[in-house]
């Protein structure tokens, strides 16, 4: 079954320093999204992605954030100056055209670590 | 998109059903019911999805009420491994970028 590849599984990092957290979405998929969840907190949305520029974005994604599809197969999320706060779960996602049939398919997630 | 209820924890003894009920009372005429799992810190995971009929794949069933105001996720044969966390989320299905929003979902939690 295909998967979203997310790399690294744990990134640790020091406060105010940039970070880029790599995916690579399913390859038939055409919208992309990034999600994190703090430790015991709800999954929460970040910035959907399509046709190469950002839909939608939540207020947690500040000009700190930015998405990028370089190469048209990785979608990477970055972290201009990175806070204390930013440390979580981040989730790439992606799906097909008809979500409705197969729904949305995450990645397995980075860890970050801001010390 | 219409808002859900669920319990904050269940427990259920492996080998049994795991009934997890969802309430979606403002659910509109053109909203799907959704229902993904997140085990421990992986990412939420797919289960099924309906409309107004019950629907039944590999992993689950989704009972939805004819009203549509609430629907059940059945998971028929409940082992350890389905000890997660399980979103009911209410959405509009179209072909368009929208996000899915999560709740705090019922922490599921299987027996042995």
């Known amino acids: 079954e295909p998967e979203v590849t997310q790399t690294p599984s744990h990134q640790v990092t020091q406060m105010g320093q940039e970070v880029i957290l790599r995916c690579v979405p399913i390859?038939?998929?055409?919208?992309f999204y990034w999600y994190r969840q703090i430790l015991g907190q709800k999954v929460e949305f970040l910035v959907s992605?399509?046709?190469?520029?950002?839909?939608?974005k939540s207020e947690i994604f500040d000009d700190q954030f930015s998405v990028e599809r370089p190469d048209g197969s990785n979608f990477t999320l970055k972290i201009r100056s990175t806070k204390l706060e930013d440390s979580a779960m981040y989730f790439c996602?992606?799906?097909?055209?008809?979500?409705?049939?197969?729904?949305?398919?995450f990645g397995s997630g980075t860890r970050l670590t801001v010390v | 998109d219409a808002k859900t209820t669920q319990p904050p924890s269940m427990d259920c003894a492996e080998g049994r059903a795991a009934n997890l009920p969802c309430n979606h009372s403002?659910?509109?005429?053109?909203?799907?019911v959704y229902w993904y799992r997140q085990i421990h810190s992986q990412g939420p995971q797919y289960i099924i999805h309906?409309?107004?009929n019950n629907e039944t794949n590999e992993m689950a069933s989704l009972i939805i009420t004819e009203d549509r105001k609430s629907s059940t996720l059945i998971l028929p044969h409940a082992t350890l491994r389905d000890t997660a966390v399980y979103y009911c989320?209410?959405?509009?299905?179209?072909?368009?970028?929208?996000?899915?929003?999560f709740g705090t979902g019922t922490r599921l939690t299987i027996i042995p």
């Open positions: 996602a992606s799906r097909s055209r008809q979500a409705v049939v197969y729904g949305y398919t």
């Open positions: 390859s038939n998929h055409l919208y």
């Open positions: 992605f399509y046709n190469n520029e950002i839909s939608e």
């Open positions: 403002t659910i509109s005429g053109n909203e799907y």
């Open positions: 309906g409309l107004k």
């Open positions: 989320i209410v959405r509009v299905a179209d072909f368009g970028n929208e996000k899915l929003t």
